[in-house]
T-cell receptor
Framework: DTGVSQDPRHKITKRGQNVTFRCDPI?????LYWYRQTLGQGPEFLTY????????KSRLLSDRFSAERPKGSFSTLEIQRTEQGDSAMYLC?????????????FGSGTRLTVV | DQQVKQNSPSLSVQEGRISILNCDYT??????FLWYKKYPAEGPTFLIS?????DKNEDGRFTVFLNKSAKHLSLHIVPSQPGDSAVYFC??????????FGTGTSLTVIP
């Protein structure tokens, strides 16, 4: 068990380009979450999957953002027509169920810089 | 609208002493609470959790206290060690799915 894996670790892109991030959760975890963290803030919830079903979406997830988890395993987060305000750390987390005492397990994140 | 607040951006404590990190929340529907520790360039690492049916949960050197009437959460670390130096986030949720995080408290444990 290698934990939650995110790829890439860093991404620099020009404004207007599309970017895609990948998250591989812990293998037995059926829940997967995406968060965004900007400098000086705590993580902000973006969206959540249970298996392949996307169950909750934050209002932060504008039309330019889309997330998928096609087979209930890995997930991708795509940002279209990136803007400078999209620059942030994008965190993925997974869990088996809330009532486990270990809560979520986070990955190390993908740091996006839009120039 | 910050529903979870950590009003102390930083805290310094001598090694061996107690560290107390505080967290306040505004939403009375929050029933699940977590504390995370974060080192630079890493994702948050789960520390300890508590649900609203309890007022205390202990795990080794870490104890979380919940005061529901005051909407206040605290994390006690005893004894503090230099390796505890990190940013600590509290998080709360009504359902255990979407969590709302505070802005973090940077703890420095001085050897």
């Amino acid at each position: 068990d290698t934990g939650v894996s995110q790829d890439p670790r860093h991404k620099i892109t020009k404004r207007g380009q599309n970017v895609t991030f990948r998250c591989d959760p812990i293998s037995e975890h059926n829940r997967l979450y995406w968060y965004r963290q900007t400098l000086g803030q705590g993580p902000e919830f973006l969206t959540y999957f249970q298996n392949e079903a996307q169950l909750e979406k934050s209002r932060l997830l504008s039309d330019r953002f889309s997330a998928e988890r096609p087979k209930g395993s890995f997930s991708t987060l795509e940002i279209q027509r990136t803007e400078q305000g999209d620059s942030a750390m994008y965190l993925c987390a997974s869990s088996l169920a809330w009532d486990r005492v270990d809560g979520y397990t986070f990955g190390s994140g993908t740091r996006l810089t839009v120039v | 609208d910050q529903q979870v607040k950590q009003n102390s951006p930083s805290l310094s404590v001598q090694e061996g002493r107690i560290s107390i990190l505080n967290c306040d929340y505004t939403n009375s529907m929050f029933d699940y609470f977590l504390w995370y520790k974060k080192y630079p360039a890493e994702g948050p690492t789960f520390l300890i959790s508590i649900s609203s049916i309890k007022d205390k949960n202990e795990d080794g050197r870490f104890t979380v206290f919940l005061n529901k009437s005051a909407k206040h959460l605290s994390l006690h670390i005893v004894p503090s060690q230099p390796g505890d130096s990190a940013v600590y986030f509290c998080a709360a949720s009504p359902t255990g799915n979407q969590f709302y995080f505070g802005t973090g408290t940077s703890l420095t444990v001085i050897p």
